[in-house]
């Protein structure tokens, strides 16, 4: 399957939400994994397999955001800011390696399973 990267940089007022998210995106506009970076430098990173392994979840996950990716961003130029009120967005596409090393690098390492 072919995936395209993203890196989305948000401006916003302070809060709990993320100031830049990485995203891998397939064909048919479906997430299968992303990374949150926040302001104290604290990075998040999910995958649908992190939702999917959930015995009590009995739907089949199979992006982490809703509708495709690319009707969400449909508006944003490559590289240019998108200003609304007190917030500025911006959606650049990057090379798979650099989201390749931030999965790596802060993705936690699963646990060994016991047998």
Known sequence: ??????????????SEEPVVVY????VAGD???LIDV????????MSVADFSA???????IT???EGSF???????VDGIFFEEGQERISMTQIAADKFEIEWQTYRP???DKLH
């Open 70 to 76: 690319y009707d969400g961003v449909a508006d944003l």
């Open 31 to 33: 997430v299968p994994r």
């Open 54 to 60: 959930r015995e009590h979840d009995m739907r089949r």
């Open 1 to 14: 399957m072919s995936f395209s990267y993203y890196r989305c940089d948000w401006i916003h007022p302070e």
């Open 38 to 45: 926040f302001a104290d430098g604290r990075r998040q990173c």
């Open 63 to 65: 992006s982490l955001v």
């Open 109 to 111: 390492t699963p646990p």
């Open 23 to 26: 995203y891998e995106v397939d």
